[in-house]
Structure formats: C-alpha cells, structure tokens
C-alpha cells in the first residue's frame, strides 16, 4: 500500500510517499502562484508533483489513499475521512486560520479533481489538543460566546507536539504514559505544550 501525505502551504507543497512505514520519495514546490513561477496555482503544482512521481516509477494508480496535514479542525478530537461534512467544517473554520485553512482546502480540491477514487483523510493540527480540560481552555468571556461561537482554547501544532513526545518517550526509555513533559514547537510560529501521560492538557497557543 502506497499512501501520499501532502503539507499545503500559502504557495508551497510539501509532499512524500510512504510504502508501508517506509518513505520512499518526498519533494517541494514553492513559489506557487509568483510572477517569476511556472505554477500558477495548487492545481498546478498538484499535477506537477503527480507527474514528477510518475518519473520516479511511482504509479498514481498505485497510490491507495491521501492525507493531509490541516491547520484548523475546530473540535474533530481524530483524523477523519474526508466528506462533504468536513469540508464544510474546514471552510467555516477558514476565519480562524486564514492562512492555511484555505490553502489546505486547495490541496483536498485539487487531490479530488486528480484522484476522485482514491479516499482521502485530514489530520488536524488541533486534534491533539481535544484532551485539553475545561478550565484550560475556557477564556474570562462571558459563556455564552462559548456556546454560541465556539470561541475558546484550541491550540494548534498538535501533530509535530503528539510525535515529539513519543518520541522523547523513546529516548527516555520510559512509558509514555508515566511522563509528564513540555514540548516546544519551534519554527515559524511557535507555541509550549504541557503533556501528562501522553495527553495534552494546557498550551500557549489559543483560539486561532
């Protein structure tokens, strides 16, 4: 079973195949949708990755399932399947994030329109975060913007937070779940985790 993992970004894809565990090719297109670029959009940059695989003796027909990195999954607790409903979900959470969100939708559209029989799954960057307890993740707001508007602590870089800690636990040579760690994401954005037993229970980032 082959599978395609795609990180889309404002004007980059990130992309890598994995046979089973193993990664057997990744790439980049960047600069999508500058003057000075060929691809002018992720459409484009979508077929020239399928094709650039095809160079590489990697079938698209062989490809048995796509999944994307997404920014915002508002309150998806797991990676799902997507659907008509999660794009939905996507889209009204674009607001809130609006520089992925709608570039991460690109991606799905444009994995669509190329591979309309291969399922596709998103994993969100807030989903980690799920575990997080109410006193945590509720702001000095009057309720009712809770209850109506959803507004509250999501927190975000769950999927880089969620493998650093097992990946500690590795190198500690002790159970995930006897662990109590801070993780920090450090890159372009970044934001503090506290984990108990391998569950997120507070982190710096909020909202959006």
Excluded at 145 to 161: N, P
Aim: glycine share 6%; aromatic share 8%; proline share 4%.
């Amino acid at each position: 079973m082959k599978i395609l993992v795609l990180n889309c970004g404002s004007s980059s894809i990130k992309y890598e195949v994995f046979e089973k565990e193993d990664s057997i090719f990744h790439g980049l297109i960047e600069k999508i949708g500058e003057k000075s670029s060929k691809v002018k959009n992720h459409e484009q940059g979508i077929k020239l990755m399928l094709n650039k695989l095809e160079e590489k003796n990697i079938r698209i027909s062989s490809i048995s399932a796509v999944g994307h990195r997404v920014v915002h999954g508002g309150l998806f607790a797991k990676p799902s399947l997507i659907n008509q409903k999660v794009i939905d979900v996507l889209e009204k959470y674009s607001k809130l994030a609006p520089l992925h969100n709608p570039v991460n939708l690109k991606g799905i559209y444009a994995m669509q329109k190329a591979l309309p029989k291969v399922p596709q799954v998103a994993v969100f960057d807030t989903a980690f975060h799920q575990t997080i307890p109410e006193h945590a993740f509720m702001y000095a707001i009057p309720y009712e913007l809770y209850k109506k508007e959803k507004i509250r602590r999501y927190g975000f870089h769950g999927t880089s937070i969620d493998y650093v800690s097992q990946r500690a636990a590795k190198l500690l040579k002790k159970p995930l779940s006897k662990l109590k760690m801070i993780v920090c994401h450090l890159g372009n954005g970044c934001s503090i985790c506290a984990i108990d037993k391998g569950k997120s229970v507070d982190t710096s980032m909020g909202f959006t």
